[in-house]
C-alpha cells in the first residue's frame, strides 16, 4: 500500500494564477480532509468528505474548492492564489472505525506552496 | 475559546528520561477523541496514540502514554525514556463526536520537544 500521496510536493504560484493539489489514498478510507498548517498555528480543516460525492466545508475554505468523485482521489482547487494562501497543505484519510469511532487518520507527505 | 490547548512552546528534556507534554481541551459534546501526532523535522505527520472520551483506561502505545483526566479535561502524553528520535513537534488533537460527520480534527499549536544528551 502507497497509503496517502500528494502531488506535486512543492510549488510556486504567482498571484490569480490556480492549480489543483492531488491526493490519493489506497485503503478503501470513506473519510478524507485537507488541513493546512501555517507557523504558530497547528493544523486548520479547510474541507472534508465522508464519501465519494460528498463533501463540506471546514474551518477555513475560502478560496478553495474541493469534489470527491471516487474513494481514493480528493484534489484540492486554489480557484485564484493568494499570498496568503503560502502554507503548507496536508491531505488524510481515515476509516469509520467501529461503531463511527475512528481511531486513525493518515496524513499524507504534504505539499508546500508558496505564492508570489 | 480554544478547543485544544498547549501551553509549553518549547520542552527539553534529557535522554533515557520521562517527559510530560500538556494538552488541554474544551468540548460540550460526551463523544470525541483525543490524537497526538508527531512532526519531525522532515515534515510528515506521524500518528502516535488515541484515547476516546469513553475508553475506560488511559491509552498506551510503546513508549507513549496518554494521561487522561477527563473531569480535568486534560490529554498529556508521556513520553518514557526519551530517545534523540523523540525531537520533534508534537500536536494534540480533538475530534468532537464519532466520526459519523468524518473524521475532522482541530489542533493545538504544538510543543516542540528538544532531546539532549
Known amino acids: 500500500n502507497a497509503g496517502v500521496t500528494q502531488t506535486p510536493k512543492f510549488q510556486v504560484l504567482k498571484t490569480g494564477q490556480s492549480m489543483t493539489l492531488q491526493c490519493a489514498q489506497d485503503?478503501?478510507?470513506?473519510?478524507m480532509s485537507w488541513y493546512r498548517q501555517d507557523p504558530g498555528m497547528g493544523l486548520r480543516l479547510i474541507h472534508y468528505?465522508?464519501?465519494?460525492?460528498?463533501?463540506d466545508q471546514g474551518e477555513v475554505p475560502n478560496g478553495y474548492n474541493v469534489s470527491r468523485s471516487t474513494t481514493e482521489d480528493f484534489p484540492l482547487r486554489l480557484l485564484s492564489a493568494a499570498p496568503s494562501q503560502t502554507s503548507v497543505y496536508f491531505c488524510?484519510?481515515?476509516?469509520?472505525?467501529?461503531?463511527?469511532?475512528?481511531?486513525?487518520?493518515?496524513f499524507g507527505p504534504g505539499t508546500r506552496l508558496l505564492v508570489l | 475559546a480554544q478547543k485544544i490547548t498547549q501551553t509549553q512552546p518549547g520542552m527539553f528534556v534529557q535522554e533515557k528520561e520521562a517527559v510530560t507534554l500538556d494538552c488541554t481541551y474544551d468540548?460540550?459534546?460526551?463523544?470525541?477523541?483525543l490524537f497526538w501526532y508527531k512532526q519531525p523535522s522532515s515534515g510528515e505527520m506521524i500518528f502516535l496514540i488515541y484515547?476516546?472520551?469513553?475508553?475506560?483506561q488511559n491509552a498506551t502505545e510503546g513508549r507513549y502514554s496518554l494521561n487522561f483526566q477527563k473531569a480535568r479535561k486534560s490529554a498529556n502524553l508521556v513520553i518514557s525514556a526519551s530517545q534523540l528520535g523523540d525531537s520533534a513537534m508534537y500536536f494534540c488533537?480533538?475530534?468532537?463526536?464519532?466520526?459519523?460527520?468524518?473524521?475532522?480534527?482541530?489542533f493545538g499549536t504544538g510543543t516542540q520537544l528538544k532531546v539532549e544528551l
Open positions: 488524510a484519510s481515515s476509516g469509520q472505525g467501529v461503531l463511527g469511532f475512528g481511531k486513525t487518520q493518515y
Open positions: 485503503m478503501n478510507h470513506e473519510y
Open positions: 468528505s465522508v464519501g465519494a460525492g460528498i463533501t
Open positions: 468540548t460540550s459534546d460526551p463523544s470525541y477523541g
Open positions: 484515547q476516546g472520551s469513553y475508553d475506560q
Open positions: 488533537a480533538m475530534r468532537e463526536g464519532p466520526t459519523g460527520g468524518g473524521n475532522k480534527l482541530t
